[in-house]
């Protein structure tokens, strides 16, 4: 079947840019540096090629020698040939190698796991049990930790004897040293355990999940019947699982374990050894994620003493739980907090009430990339400039000698080595791809590892547009920071039709001067077919400071929505756009921004695609939307106002909803439930749902959705008439056949 599409006759040529080039072919993909993995003399690194672990120079970029390769490497028992990732034990002389990966959630992994020894090329399986999880060196490089069928062992490397620690773990009831679904997603968490410094004890999480309701999801395999995938699931209000914290002792086989308190409707979002090997830091937060205390646990008995607490009137960012360091003084602690309404660097005494702040300023710091504690030198990464980008910096741990290490405009980041003698900035711009370079101590650059010429030359070839920063004031006098992108050919007497592009969750930030990936190149698409593409950050989003970002706390989505109908409603006056002809599409927090907005801006919005969206907080997991909500029970008019089902009456444009059937996280129930809700009302809507397809969609399930949507917004949006001024007649119009 073919379609019509008319477009504006270019004064010269250009080469189109097709759905297929994007998500099929990755014609525009950007070559990227991935993370290093540095090694312990903080001048080489390691990657892995196909499969082989190669050590290369930083300084240089030559290849030092084939550390391991997985295809002369045999002889181990129901070894495959091949490696999917590995690790280094503290000393470097033996490696963890895992292979045939399962995944279990986002992060979670089951693998078959193997221990290579440098020293005598030996390849050894951790288990015979089959795939294992989690497999982690003791700092002594003797043992291996690792969880099977939700217990905690312990290989012993030297006699080759395997130790179960637990045995009471069983699925969907008690985890022992992994993370059950909720921790894992909302706290960023998979391994369960941590070995102490000296070897002598391992600390591990016990989880008794046996009170947590489930959901069950249909997978479709071609079998007579689908498969039922069924894991435990705390909904906002519900029962979370009992979590527990023991230490186990390596040399006397007891397990004890630390006193967290009376109080089991708690979190712990992070253990953490101390330099002492005799001493644990439990962090303990409670249910409404405003108060953090971190308890001193002694690894012996379990006794422990609260030796840091900080309360947040509205939560505490579990951003900040990372950058917890404790310094080998054994005294001093490095922390971020927003305690003075931005995110600061501080350092905590152990055994002092003593907080001296490091950073001070109306700026965020984003990221605590380490400290060289030789030097006493903190590094890290602010919007000291501008919310919409990003300078790395070093500081003294007194607070002194700040110096710039990457200002060049837009977003730079960095990776420190091992010693921090050398450092790679990455940096890149809204219409500029990655560039990296390595750097000395100094600040001298030795060389640029990759500056993406190719990309940019291909930028340059298909005539993208460059994309522009704006600012505006709302009704309610409120500055909200947004982009644009024209179309190809942009005529300011021509009235063009609007996609808004959203995300606006708590924290997040999507206007800033910073590459957007594949993204970029669908905005270019559209722009090339005569959409002017627009994106605004809310209120609630991030690089603002606390009050900015907090102030939609208990009441998500209210602000949020409120500040885009206002951006639509802006983007309407300006002379060049069509207030009749603007839709918006984001997914999950974006998919719920897309439909409250359609709703409660149907005069505002003519069309909107919402993808895997949240569409009653309800139906959402307990850490993520109590942290901001509280529960229903504490917040009913919260959730009710601030909930798409509530208001399924409202519906005036063309609303396109779209999920995947296996989304473990945003669960095909609210997409359900808002199509029973528009039921009931008799309003109209498109739906295309993707059997197996989890909360981000494979290469091909993205391709078919972004057809999809791309047709959509050509029906409803598109049109086929032009608004003009008359001062100027319209340039020849042509008819291009596009093949479906």
Known sequence: MAAFIAVTQMSEAQKLITLEDIFEYNTYNMKSVSGFNFMNDGKHYTRLEGSKIQQYDLTTGNRVQTIFDAVIINNAPNYNNRIESYTFSADEQKILIFSDQERVYRRSTKDLAFVYDRQTKALEAVSSLGKISLATFNPQADKVAFVFENNLYIKDLASDKILQITNDGKKNAIINGGMDWVYEEEFALTTGFQWSPDGQHLAFYRFDESEVKEYTMDLYHNDLYPEYKTFKYPKVGEKNSIVTIHIYDINSGKIIKADTGNDTDIYIPRIRWTSNPNQLCVFRLNR???????????????????????????????????????????????????????RHIYIGFINSKKILQ?????????????????NGIIFYQAAEKSPLERQVYAIGLDGKNKKVLADTKGNNGAQFSSTYDYYVITHSTINSPNTYAVYDRNGKQIRVIEDNADLKAKMKEYQTQAVEFFQFKTSENVELNGWMLKPRGFQANRRYPVFMFVYGGPGSQQVTDAWKGNNYWYFQMLAQQGYLVACVDNRGTGGRGEAFKKMTYLQLGKYETIDQIEAAKWLGKQSYVDPDRIGIYGWSYGGYMASLCILRGNDTFRAAVAGAPVTNWKWYDSIYTERFMQSEKENAEGYRDNSPVNFADRLKGDLLLVHGLADDNVHFQHTAEMANALIKAGKQFDTYFYPNQAHGFNSSARLHFHKKMTRFLDEHLKGTDVELTPTKAPKKVELIEEKH
């Open 358 to 374: 490091i950073t001070k300023g109306n700026w965020e710091v984003s990221n605590l990339y380490g400290i060289d504690e030789k």
């Open 288 to 342: 409404h994620q405003n108060k953090l205390e971190l308890l001193l646990t002694d690894a012996n008995n379990g006794e422990t003493k609260i030796f840091f607490s900080e309360e947040n009137k509205y939560y505490i960012e579990e951003a900040t739980l990372d950058d917890f360091t404790f310094l080998h003084n054994k005294e001093e602690f490095l922390f971020t907090s927003e305690r003075d309404g931005w």
